[in-house]
């Protein structure tokens, strides 16, 4: 289940700002961290780390049944109700 549906409706807007600084923190951190590696002679570690990291990444969503199922916004509501989490 999506955390959204979970969060009460005057909370949305704080989950959204967390999940996006997070995301972006990732964004931000990843290519400085390869750019250093890259130019510090670091070719073939460099690669093979982002290689790694995206493998957990897909991992990560094939392994979580939430991400399989987030459905619609739509259906959020209506998942929170079904399983007894709306306030």
């Known amino acids: 289940m999506s955390p959204?549906?979970?969060?009460?409706?005057h909370?949305?807007?704080?989950?959204?700002?967390?999940a996006a600084l997070l995301e972006l923190s990732a964004t931000m951190v990843i290519p400085a961290v390869a750019g250093w590696m890259v130019n510090s002679?670091?070719?073939?570690?460099?690669?093979l780390l982002g290689a790694v990291l995206?493998?957990?990444?897909?991992?990560v969503v094939c392994v979580n049944p939430g991400a399989r199922r987030l459905g619609?916004?739509?259906m959020w509501r209506e998942d929170a109700t079904e399983n007894s989490l709306s306030t």
């Open 54 to 59: 995206a493998l957990v990444g897909i991992i």
């Open 72 to 74: 619609p916004t739509r």
């Open 41 to 47: 002679g670091h070719n073939t570690p460099s690669y």
């Open 11 to 18: 909370l949305q807007g704080r989950v959204r700002s967390v």
């Open 4 to 9: 959204f549906a979970r969060t009460p409706d």
